[in-house]
């Protein structure tokens, strides 16, 4: 695999994987659901079981990483999440390869992805709804490696990728086209109270986002045009597509 397709693994996998933890074993969780909020009327929890991403025509797959949990005022779209977290959990990948693509302890050539919220959590907005269901997040992407520096990001917070996640139909700008989600299989579990709605395999799209270019990689940014060549970053939107595959859950707070 060429260091290009290392480096859009990298943006991809951070894209998915939201680290601010360790995902749950279980489906659904609501144990850290900050039900004494007054503002929380809803507990969600949406956990991704595959997707992909694609830049500029290179597909890479996402897998099972992410998941995010917290509260949700559906009057307002806002979510809350559990105290002492941002809501977002993931397993950490070591990317296979690592910068040089090369699968040998080579020093220096191990490189972590950090996909991060750009900005605070009130930034994401949730809408519960049948058949539709969007999940908007702003994101920026550190790539961590000993080349990059510490300060290498894609995107940051005044200038993030902006994901609209939705089970409905895009409207992108060209040359991509308007695809669709689906809002998967619903069960509603009323053995328990209150009673729990699940949307089992949910597939939540979106071909409309921008990718920002690279900034702060090496000493001085000297890298950040290294980064920017790989990836063809900037990439404008109507060049990318996510498409991510969830299953859903949620529950009224109390």
């Known amino acids: 695999m060429t260091t290009r397709k290392h480096l859009v693994a990298l943006l991809a996998l951070g894209v998915s994987l939201l680290f601010a933890g360790s995902a749950s074993a279980a489906f659904p969780n609501f144990s850290d659901c900050p039900r004494s909020n007054p503002e929380v009327l809803t507990c969600a929890d949406i956990q991704s079981t595959t997707g992909s991403l694609e830049i500029k025509g290179f597909t890479v797959p996402l897998g099972e990483s992410l998941e995010i949990r917290g509260g949700i005022n559906a009057e307002t779209r806002r979510f809350i999440p559990p105290a002492g977290t941002t809501g977002f959990f993931s397993r950490a990948i070591r990317i296979p390869g690592g910068i040089l693509g090369i699968e040998f302890p080579i020093p220096g050539n191990a490189v972590l992805a950090i996909a991060q919220l750009a900005g605070p959590t009130s930034a994401v907005a949730i809408e519960i709804g049948i058949p539709i269901t969007t999940i908007s997040i702003p994101v920026k992407v550190k790539l961590e490696n000993p080349i990059l520096g510490s300060s290498c990001y894609i995107g940051t917070n005044s200038e993030p990728s902006r994901v609209n996640l939705t089970t409905g139909t895009t409207s992108p700008p060209p040359p991509n086209r308007p695809i669709s989600g689906s809002i998967g299989e619903i069960r509603e579990l009323e053995e328990v109270s209150p009673p729990i709605l699940e949307l089992i395999g949910t597939t939540s799209v979106d071909n409309a986002f921008a990718v ?42 109390r």
């Open 212 to 253: 920002p270019g690279a900034s702060g990689c090496g000493l001085f940014g000297i890298v950040d045009p290294l980064v920017n060549l790989r990836l063809k970053l900037p990439s404008a939107a109507g060049n990318n597509t996510m498409i991510v595959r969830n299953n859903v859950a949620f529950q009224a707070a």
